[in-house]
T-cell receptor
Framework: AQTVTQSQPEMSVQEAETVTLSCTYD???????LFWYKQPPSRQMILVIR??????QNATENRFSVNFQKAAKSFSLKISDSQLGDAAMYFC????????????FGTGTRLQVTL | DTGVSQDPRHKITKRGQNVTFRCDPI?????LYWYRQTLGQGPEFLTY????????KSRLLSDRFSAERPKGSFSTLEIQRTEQGDSAMYLC?????????????FGPGTRLTVL
């Protein structure tokens, strides 16, 4: 079974600074997808960024980018120019390739953004 | 496109009562997922539908839980004889079958409190 580990329960960053959230996963599959989801307080989960395992290039979405290290099974999220609205729980998630498949989530990292 | 909706948003019930939650996926999304999220944890997969067929169920889905998607559109999740351990956020997600990552989009969730 696949597992996802987020070893940082909480992180803090000052506004306009950069922060990196860590995620490692375990799988025996070669083709899969990785995701970062954001869950603001009392609001629904939204997709931040996704990465296909077969792509060597790291995904980027505006201020959000990932460092995908397939051999190390590591998938970190970098948030640049942090904003107050970035404060939320961030979940790393894994999904097998192929037909539709469930997401396996980590336990999350709570990000605080300070002035 | 109004996104995934869930009803009710909050439910308080007494132990032993039955409860039913509804999820309306994004229109034309043929895949629908149910997850459960307890405090401080990431979502855990419960079950998944493709159109009206329930294709996968987690061992977390005890015989007190039943899910349906009768016409391949909205879905219901029923919990019979609720227990205090059922208190959690129940999340619904939907996705569209097709080439690519089959990204799941989440609803706002139904928060269940069992007294």
């Amino acid at each position: 079974a696949q597992t996802v580990t987020q070893s940082q329960p909480e992180m803090s960053v000052q506004e306009a600074e950069t922060v990196t959230l860590s995620c490692t996963y375990d799988t025996s599959e070669s083709d899969y997808y990785l995701f970062w989801y954001k869950q603001p307080p009392s609001r629904q989960m939204i997709l931040v960024i996704r990465q296909e395992a077969y792509k060597q290039q790291n995904a980027t979405e505006n201020r959000f980018s990932v460092n995908f290290q397939k051999a190390a099974k590591s998938f970190s999220l970098k948030i640049s120019d942090s904003q107050l609205g970035d404060a939320a729980m961030y979940f790393c998630a894994y999904r097998n390739d192929g037909t539709a498949s469930k997401l396996t989530f980590g336990t999350g990292t709570r990000l605080q953004v300070t002035l | 496109d109004t996104g995934v909706s869930q009803d009710p948003r909050h439910k308080i019930t007494k132990r032993g009562q039955n409860v039913t939650f509804r999820c309306d996926p994004i229109s034309e999304h043929n895949r629908l997922y149910w997850y459960r999220q307890t405090l401080g944890q990431g979502p855990e997969f419960l079950t998944y539908f493709q159109n009206e067929a329930q294709l996968e169920k987690s061992r977390l889905l005890s015989d007190r839980f039943s899910a349906e998607r009768p016409k391949g559109s909205f879905s219901t999740l029923e919990i019979q004889r609720t227990e205090q351990g059922d208190s959690a956020m129940y999340l619904c997600a939907s996705s569209s079958q097709g080439w690519g990552t089959d990204t799941q989009y989440f609803g706002p969730g139904t928060r269940l409190t069992v007294l």
